[in-house]
């Protein structure tokens, strides 16, 4: 899908607000600056997802939605609780002329199967991880994409010298309240997050992990069989 945007509607967009969190390229060489996602979609994104549908689970700006739908998604579903991160991706999306729908809504909400769920960076963030990956696994028909901290975060390195043997133990670190919101942080070991969806969700199918670009997590791969 090709946006029929002018490069005037994008200067004005960019500048109408404070924009965090993700880079989102636009068209005629513009773009909302902010932390470069693409090393990891380039990773773990199909070539195409022609007709299939993509949720993305605390979505910010929604740039893997929009690289969803250009590339043949049928519907593209954005869940995002942040009121201004809801209310900046959802004026990107209208002066694009996207039609991905982005709802200011939790995943325990959201009763409807997608063909591709994303979690990216947001397990950490949810007082009850474990309940909310359950969910996930619950509502994708066909692939899951993760991303999630580990203890190589710098916030538990200061606390105690993360080796590699602990590394390949179920291990879960488990931080304290992070303000403003006083949400808990929780990092996982690859080993562990293998554990939880083998043994105590009880998924089947190929599952594959690898080194994040934020090298302090991982990014998995979960295709229902």
């Known amino acids: 899908m090709e946006y029929d945007v002018t490069p005037e509607a994008l200067d004005a967009l960019?500048?109408?607000?404070?924009?965090?969190?993700?880079?989102?390229?636009l068209p005629h060489g513009r773009e909302i600056k902010g932390k470069d996602r693409e090393p990891?979609?380039?990773k773990v994104f199909p070539a195409d997802f022609k007709g299939k549908s993509v949720m993305d689970?605390?979505?910010?700006?929604g740039y893997y939605l929009f690289v969803a739908e250009q590339r043949g998604a049928g519907r593209c579903i954005g869940l995002e609780r942040s009121a201004s991160a809801f209310e900046h991706v959802t004026d990107i999306r209208d002066t694009l002329g996207s039609k991905v729908e982005f709802h200011k809504r939790e995943l325990g909400?959201?009763?409807e199967p997608v063909d591709y769920l994303i979690g990216f960076n947001v397990l950490h963030h949810v007082t009850d991880p474990l309940r909310m990956l359950h969910r996930m696994v619950e509502l994708t028909k066909h692939t899951l994409l993760l991303e999630y901290v580990t203890p190589l975060n710098g916030k538990y390195k200061r606390l105690f010298n993360v080796t590699d043997a602990m590394m390949n133990q179920p291990l879960i670190a488990v931080g304290?309240?992070?303000?403003?919101?006083?949400?808990?942080?929780?990092?996982?070991?690859?080993?562990?997050?293998?554990?939880i969806l083998r043994q105590h969700?009880?998924?089947?199918?190929d599952i594959q992990q690898g080194v994040s670009p934020e090298l302090?997590?991982?990014?998995?791969?979960?295709h229902r069989p």
């Open 40 to 42: 990891l979609m380039k």
């Open 176 to 195: 304290g309240l992070h303000k403003p919101d006083g949400i808990l942080t929780f990092a996982f070991t690859p080993a562990a997050m293998m554990k």
């Open 14 to 25: 960019i500048g109408r607000h404070d924009y965090f969190y993700q880079r989102v390229p």
């Open 57 to 61: 689970v605390g979505c910010s700006l």
């Open 201 to 205: 969700i009880g998924v089947e199918g």
């Open 109 to 111: 909400d959201w009763d």
């Open 216 to 222: 302090d997590r991982r990014w998995l791969v979960w």
